[in-house]
Protein backbone atom coordinates (compact mmCIF):
# COMPACT_ATOMS: atom_id res chain seq x y z
CA UNK A 1 0.00 0.00 0.00
CA UNK A 2 1.46 3.26 -1.18
CA UNK A 3 2.33 5.83 1.63
CA UNK A 4 -0.25 9.06 1.72
CA UNK A 5 0.73 12.27 -0.21
CA UNK A 6 0.84 13.74 3.34
CA UNK A 7 3.13 11.43 4.64
CA UNK A 8 5.38 11.44 1.47
CA UNK A 9 6.11 15.25 1.56
CA UNK A 10 6.84 14.93 5.71
CA UNK A 11 9.47 12.25 4.72
CA UNK A 12 11.18 14.95 1.71
CA UNK A 13 10.43 17.90 4.21
CA UNK A 14 12.90 15.50 6.48
CA UNK A 15 15.07 14.86 4.09
CA UNK A 16 15.62 18.75 3.29
CA UNK A 17 15.94 19.32 7.16
CA UNK A 18 19.58 17.73 6.92
CA UNK A 19 22.89 17.73 5.70
CA UNK A 20 22.92 13.87 5.23
CA UNK A 21 19.88 11.81 4.12
CA UNK A 22 20.48 9.41 6.62
CA UNK A 23 19.68 11.82 9.54
CA UNK A 24 16.43 11.46 8.14
CA UNK A 25 15.36 7.94 8.19
CA UNK A 26 14.18 8.23 11.99
CA UNK A 27 11.44 10.52 11.59
CA UNK A 28 10.53 8.93 7.79
CA UNK A 29 9.99 5.97 9.95
CA UNK A 30 8.29 7.90 12.81
CA UNK A 31 5.67 8.72 9.87
CA UNK A 32 5.32 5.58 8.19
CA UNK A 33 4.30 3.85 11.28
CA UNK A 34 2.52 7.06 12.51
CA UNK A 35 0.17 6.76 9.56
CA UNK A 36 -0.13 2.63 8.93
CA UNK A 37 0.36 1.85 12.60
CA UNK A 38 3.68 -0.04 12.01
CA UNK A 39 6.48 -0.01 9.53
CA UNK A 40 5.87 -2.10 6.75
CA UNK A 41 8.23 -3.44 4.13
CA UNK A 42 6.41 -1.46 1.46
CA UNK A 43 7.15 1.55 3.84
CA UNK A 44 10.29 0.46 4.08
CA UNK A 45 11.07 0.75 0.59
CA UNK A 46 8.72 4.12 0.48
CA UNK A 47 11.20 5.72 2.91
CA UNK A 48 14.28 4.29 0.70
CA UNK A 49 13.60 6.11 -2.83
CA UNK A 50 12.72 9.45 -1.10
CA UNK A 51 15.41 9.42 0.92
CA UNK A 52 17.74 7.87 -2.41
CA UNK A 53 19.25 5.53 0.10
CA UNK A 54 19.88 1.48 0.09
CA UNK A 55 16.55 -0.07 1.44
CA UNK A 56 18.75 -2.25 3.33
CA UNK A 57 19.96 0.49 5.13
CA UNK A 58 16.74 1.62 6.04
CA UNK A 59 15.58 -2.00 7.18
CA UNK A 60 18.37 -2.35 9.46
CA UNK A 61 18.04 1.19 11.07
CA UNK A 62 13.99 -0.19 11.49
CA UNK A 63 15.24 -3.47 12.57
CA UNK A 64 17.50 -1.95 15.08
CA UNK A 65 15.53 -0.26 17.38
CA UNK A 66 12.06 -1.62 18.81
CA UNK A 67 10.39 1.60 18.87
CA UNK A 68 9.66 0.46 15.65
CA UNK A 69 6.95 -2.55 15.41
CA UNK A 70 6.68 -4.56 12.18
CA UNK A 71 3.27 -6.25 12.97
CA UNK A 72 -0.48 -4.32 14.29
CA UNK A 73 -0.20 -4.26 17.77
CA UNK A 74 -2.29 -2.48 20.62
CA UNK A 75 -2.53 1.16 21.07
CA UNK A 76 -0.57 1.31 24.21
CA UNK A 77 2.93 -0.29 24.14
CA UNK A 78 3.68 -1.86 27.84
CA UNK A 79 7.33 -2.68 28.80
CA UNK A 80 8.50 -3.96 31.87
CA UNK A 81 12.09 -4.08 32.76
CA UNK A 82 13.12 -7.44 34.56
CA UNK A 83 17.01 -7.03 34.12
CA UNK A 84 18.85 -7.22 37.87
CA UNK A 85 17.96 -3.75 39.21
CA UNK A 86 14.01 -4.45 38.94
CA UNK A 87 14.30 -7.69 39.23
CA UNK A 88 15.39 -7.57 42.73
CA UNK A 89 12.74 -5.30 43.48
CA UNK A 90 9.78 -7.74 42.39
CA UNK A 91 10.02 -6.80 38.71
CA UNK A 92 9.26 -10.48 37.53
CA UNK A 93 6.67 -11.44 40.02
CA UNK A 94 4.82 -7.66 39.02
CA UNK A 95 5.10 -8.95 35.39
CA UNK A 96 3.56 -12.14 35.77
CA UNK A 97 0.97 -10.21 37.36
CA UNK A 98 0.60 -7.71 34.60
CA UNK A 99 -0.15 -10.94 32.48
CA UNK A 100 -2.79 -11.86 35.00
CA UNK A 101 -4.25 -9.03 35.13
CA UNK A 102 -4.47 -8.33 31.64
CA UNK A 103 -4.82 -12.18 30.14
CA UNK A 104 -2.01 -12.48 28.11
CA UNK A 105 1.36 -13.43 28.05
CA UNK A 106 4.23 -12.10 27.07
CA UNK A 107 4.05 -10.21 23.38
CA UNK A 108 0.47 -10.34 23.22
CA UNK A 109 -2.46 -7.90 23.03
CA UNK A 110 -5.25 -7.29 24.89
CA UNK A 111 -8.30 -8.43 23.28
CA UNK A 112 -10.03 -4.87 23.28
CA UNK A 113 -6.57 -3.79 21.48
CA UNK A 114 -5.77 -1.59 23.94
CA UNK A 115 -2.46 -2.70 25.29
CA UNK A 116 0.45 -4.88 23.92
CA UNK A 117 2.39 -6.33 26.64
CA UNK A 118 5.89 -7.28 26.75
CA UNK A 119 9.13 -7.97 29.44
CA UNK A 120 12.93 -6.78 28.47
CA UNK A 121 15.95 -7.99 29.96
CA UNK A 122 17.56 -5.34 28.44
CA UNK A 123 18.28 -2.19 31.24
CA UNK A 124 15.89 0.56 30.68
CA UNK A 125 17.91 2.94 32.41
CA UNK A 126 15.72 3.99 35.58
CA UNK A 127 17.26 1.57 38.12
CA UNK A 128 16.56 4.13 40.49
CA UNK A 129 12.83 3.87 40.18
CA UNK A 130 12.57 -0.01 39.98
CA UNK A 131 10.64 -1.78 39.52
CA UNK A 132 9.25 0.25 36.49
CA UNK A 133 7.87 0.49 32.73
CA UNK A 134 7.99 1.67 29.68
CA UNK A 135 3.99 2.54 28.78
CA UNK A 136 4.37 4.67 25.48
CA UNK A 137 8.02 5.00 25.57
CA UNK A 138 7.43 6.87 28.72
CA UNK A 139 8.48 5.91 32.35
CA UNK A 140 6.35 5.10 34.59
CA UNK A 141 8.48 3.60 38.32
CA UNK A 142 8.26 2.25 41.87
CA UNK A 143 4.85 0.15 40.64
CA UNK A 144 3.05 -1.72 42.59
CA UNK A 145 0.08 -3.71 41.48
CA UNK A 146 -1.98 -1.19 42.75
CA UNK A 147 -0.11 1.33 40.26
CA UNK A 148 -0.05 -0.80 37.29
CA UNK A 149 -3.98 -1.40 37.87
CA UNK A 150 -4.05 2.30 37.97
CA UNK A 151 -2.08 2.97 34.46
CA UNK A 152 -4.31 -0.42 32.91
CA UNK A 153 -7.44 1.04 33.52
CA UNK A 154 -6.25 4.32 32.00
CA UNK A 155 -4.38 3.06 29.40
CA UNK A 156 -7.95 0.97 28.08
CA UNK A 157 -9.52 4.38 27.11
CA UNK A 158 -7.21 6.65 26.39
CA UNK A 159 -6.42 6.86 22.56
CA UNK A 160 -3.09 6.30 21.21
CA UNK A 161 -0.25 8.26 21.30
CA UNK A 162 0.76 10.37 18.87
CA UNK A 163 3.65 9.28 17.05
CA UNK A 164 4.80 12.36 15.59
CA UNK A 165 8.26 13.18 15.40
CA UNK A 166 9.09 16.54 17.07
CA UNK A 167 9.55 19.58 14.67
CA UNK A 168 13.25 19.73 14.37
CA UNK A 169 14.63 22.89 14.38
CA UNK A 170 17.47 23.72 11.26
CA UNK A 171 20.91 22.04 12.44
CA UNK A 172 23.47 23.62 11.45
CA UNK A 173 25.83 21.46 9.06
CA UNK A 174 28.81 21.57 11.17
CA UNK A 175 26.44 20.02 14.74
CA UNK A 176 24.39 17.42 12.24
CA UNK A 177 24.26 13.97 13.95
CA UNK A 178 25.55 11.49 12.26
CA UNK A 179 22.08 9.78 11.21
CA UNK A 180 22.73 5.75 11.14
CA UNK A 181 23.65 5.79 14.71
CA UNK A 182 21.58 7.78 16.81
CA UNK A 183 21.90 8.21 20.63
CA UNK A 184 18.09 9.39 21.31
CA UNK A 185 14.99 8.32 19.71
CA UNK A 186 13.05 10.84 17.60
CA UNK A 187 9.55 11.35 19.62
CA UNK A 188 10.37 8.60 22.33
CA UNK A 189 12.31 8.42 25.49
CA UNK A 190 14.99 5.97 24.98
CA UNK A 191 15.87 3.66 21.95
CA UNK A 192 15.57 -0.08 23.04
CA UNK A 193 17.48 -2.46 20.78
CA UNK A 194 15.55 -5.32 19.07
CA UNK A 195 15.96 -8.65 21.08
CA UNK A 196 17.08 -11.37 19.22
CA UNK A 197 14.98 -13.80 18.65
CA UNK A 198 15.41 -16.94 20.48
S1 LIG B 1 17.37 -2.74 35.76
FE1 LIG B 1 15.39 -2.04 35.30
S2 LIG B 1 15.69 0.02 34.73
FE2 LIG B 1 17.68 -0.70 35.11
Redesign the pocket.
Given at each position: MALSQATVEKIQDFARRYPSAQSAILPALWAVQHEVGHVTSDGMREVAQHLGLPASLVEATSSFYSMYLTKPEGRHDAVM???????LRG?EELFAYCEQRLGIRDGQTTSDGAITLRSTIE?????G????MQIDHRFEEDLTPERVNAIFERLRTEPAPSHEPPQAAAVPAATAPAAATPKRPVGGSRPRAKKADT
Open positions: CVNVACAACLGACGAPM
